[in-house]
């Protein structure tokens, strides 16, 4: 199954597909904007965005939502275990340096506490499957670059993946590899070793982002999504060329045409 966020003229809603050619269900009806969903590790609830909350839901669309932190963010993840809600506060239209990471643990603390927060942005954040390591990007240098710290005591280690420009972190599903886009637009491979460290000397080139997969902008946050078995699923974003325009056509004196006929 894919879970997407999806415009329509109802609003921003959570939608699930059924892969390859199964429907497309919608299963948010709030009146505000819902986006940004991600799946729970057993498939059957997703963790999305509103205006106000961090919510969850089922995935087939039944019940209603669970809140899971009353309050605002612009990304927010929860843990494997379910023990951790990461949030990144601090909204695109933001200053430079505005945007940060917090975390709050479940059922216990009932507001935010700051995890990675500087003088510079920090964003696109993505927990490893096993929920032990927290990869994210950062301007910290002059540029994006892809960072990984243990998960929860993130002053524990640091880690640069990305060397020549690096956005929108992604694990792999058996955290075996970290992705990330380069800047000259190469998907990257970033492997672990045993005991779960990256090594970046090892990372290697993937494939290279297409025009027209440039559509999403990974600035603020991991636009794409990686299948169990590899695939790399991503928005086509369709110029006027590919798009085909509708055909309108015009029939003029078609009531003469069909006196003839009848005459005939």
Do not use: C
């Not at 961090?54 to 927010?76: C, F, I, K, N, P």
């Not at 935010?112 to 003088?119: G, I, N, Q, V």
């Not at 590899?177 to 672990?192: F, I, S, T």
């Not at 590899?230 to 590919?242: A, P, Q, Y």
């Amino acid at each position: 199954q894919l879970v997407i966020g999806i415009n329509t003229a109802a609003g921003d809603d959570i939608w699930v597909k059924q892969l390859p050619r199964g429907p497309l269900s919608r299963i948010t009806f709030g009146a505000s904007p819902d986006r940004r969903p991600h799946w729970r590790p057993d498939g059957r609830w997703v963790t999305f965005l509103t205006d106000t909350s961090v919510a969850m839901r089922r995935a087939d669309g039944t019940g209603g939502d669970s809140v899971l932190w009353a309050g605002r963010a612009d990304e927010a993840l929860l843990s494997p275990d379910g023990r951790w809600i990461v949030l990144r506060r601090g909204a695109t239209s933001a200053a430079a340096g505005g945007r940060d990471i917090y975390v709050m643990r479940v059922g216990e603390d009932t507001a935010p506490r700051p995890l990675l927060t500087s003088p510079y942005d920090e964003m696109a954040i993505q927990l490893s499957p096993d929920g032990r390591w927290l990869a994210y990007q950062s301007d910290e240098t002059g540029r994006l670059e892809v960072f990984v710290r243990p998960f929860p005591n993130v002053s524990d280690g640091k880690v640069q993946v990305s060397s020549d420009g690096g956005t929108g972190p992604l694990w792999s599903r058996d955290g075996r590899e970290l992705y990330y886009l380069r800047q000259d637009e190469m998907m990257m491979a970033v492997p672990a070793g045993p005991d779960g460290t990256l090594r970046p000397n090892a990372q290697r080139e993937l494939f290279r982002r297409s025009a027209p997969l440039q559509g999403l902008n990974a600035q603020y946050y991991t636009p794409w999504d990686v299948a169990a078995d590899g695939r790399f699923i991503m928005v086509r974003s369709l110029s006027t060329d590919d798009a085909s325009p509708p055909i309108l056509v015009v029939v003029e004196n078609w009531l003469d045409e069909v006196r003839q006929l009848l005459q005939q």
